[in-house]
């Protein structure tokens, strides 16, 4: 199987992004790790709803890294990807927008999510959106999740959903996300899949959690329990480098080693990202 897309890239945009994650530079490298297809995906939480309870300084955005970061910002991406040649390679504008707990739903209106060409979501941030003391109680940390993930699966924002990012893999966890995946039990898992696959939504198998890790470490890791369960249930996949420079794109060769190592085949690649 060929994998020749990236549907989880950052740019300078984000917060959090490097001044160096341009459309240009993806795309002069994109031929060096064999990709067709790009897809943007910078941090969204959209500012033009109420309703949520933590309102910051004025703004809608209930968390203060999302400030500035809303759909005319990520929207602007638009006019840098029509300034850059790209032949053979296939460009997508979406967004990683952000679970709104306060709202058990996404954070986005329905007219805005219609402006992307699709969206990922993620169910993991927590050192965003959850309560920092939940960060106690693994168990409750995972309930978090489980409660984010069921809310995305219900929500009639679901239908722009592609795939859902780094499943479980807490964000700046404090003692590693990898630990609670051993926590979480197969039944769980199951439902969420289960979810996903009666959906359509794919499962992201995310570059940055085997960033740097050798073809043992990947063997070994948690995450991919999930993967091959995700696979039972009937789900299909797509991977993402969730790059914030370029540079992040480097170990693209390691997402070779999950698919071997889960027996994915190109029918187990969302239609989304087939060429
Ligand atoms: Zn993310
Ligand atoms: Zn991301």
Redesign the pocket.
């Known amino acids: 199987m060929i994998i020749d897309h990236d549907i989880h890239l950052h740019t300078h945009l984000s917060r959090c992004g490097k001044d160096d994650a341009t459309v240009q530079n993806y795309v002069n490298q994109a031929s060096r790790f064999g990709l067709k297809l790009l897809g943007f995906t910078d941090?969204l939480w959209d500012d033009s709803y109420t309703g949520s309870e933590s309102i910051y300084e004025g703004a809608n955005t209930a968390v203060p890294f999302y400030r500035g970061q809303n759909v005319p910002h990520v929207l602007s991406l638009r006019q840098e990807i029509a300034a850059v040649e790209h032949p053979g390679i296939r460009i997508l504008l979406g967004a990683?927008v952000e679970y709104d707990p306060w709202r058990h739903d996404l954070a986005i209106t329905e007219a805005n999510a219609e402006q992307f060409d699709y969206l990922i979501f993620?169910n993991?941030?927590t050192h965003m959106v959850m309560p920092k003391s939940y960060y106690e109680d693994k168990r409750k940390h995972i309930d978090f999740m489980m409660m984010a993930f069921m809310d995305i699966m219900k929500s009639p924002l679901r239908k722009y959903l592609v795939t859902m990012?780094?499943p479980f893999c807490a964000?700046a966890c404090p003692y590693g996300y990898e630990e609670m995946l051993g926590i979480i039990t197969d039944d769980e898992y199951r439902r969420c899949y289960d979810a996903c696959a009666d959906n359509g939504i794919a499962v992201e198998i995310n570059l940055s959690k085997f960033r740097k890790y050798s073809v043992g470490q990947i063997l070994e890791s948690n995450n991919l329990r999930q993967f091959r369960i995700a696979k039972e249930c009937g789900c299909q996949f797509t991977f993402g480098s969730?790059s914030h420079t370029m540079w992040h794109q480097e170990d693209f060769h390691n997402f070779y080693v999950v698919a071997g190592a889960i027996d994915l085949t190109a029918e187990d690649l969302s239609p989304f990202v087939r060429s």
Request: overall charge negative; hydrophobic content about 20%; glycine content about 0%.
């Open positions: 941090h990683e993620p993991s941030h990012a780094h964000v969730d």
